[in-house]
């Protein structure tokens, strides 16, 4: 249902760009992360009237913006820090009142050095 793409290895200061393309329109889509042995964490969500959420940590540095058209958001993180790296996860709301959720597998971002 969710197809996630763009992880990888970035050096410190560097930039990088998550897509998640849904099968269908959703209420809202965002995008989580976890490290090992820590829960999931939000980073950023946008709901499809546009209202955004960022984590404090990634304010100033990640943009988050959906293209409704083709049921695709986009993260694009620039300035990356090694506290960065994490499993990153597609999430997307299809309905906010019966709580039904998606979650795209998980995409790796290493900030190294």
């Known amino acids: 249902l969710l197809v996630e793409s763009g992880g990888g290895l970035v050096q410190p200061g560097g930039s990088l760009r998550l897509s998640c393309a849904a099968s269908?329109?959703?209420?809202?889509m965002g995008w989580y992360r976890q490290t090992p042995g820590k829960q999931r964490d939000l980073v950023a969500t946008?709901?499809?009237?546009?209202?955004?959420n960022y984590a404090a940590s990634v304010k100033g540095r990640f943009t988050i913006s959906i293209d409704s058209a083709k049921n695709t958001v986009y993260l694009q993180m620039n300035s990356l820090r090694p506290e960065d790296t994490a499993v990153y996860y597609c999430?997307?709301?299809?309905?906010?009142?019966?709580?039904?959720?998606?979650w795209g597998q998980g995409t790796q971002v290493t900030v190294s050095s």
């Open positions: 999430n997307a709301v299809a309905n906010k009142i019966l709580g039904i959720t998606y």
């Open positions: 269908r329109s959703m209420y809202s």
């Open positions: 946008i709901t499809n009237s546009g209202s955004t």
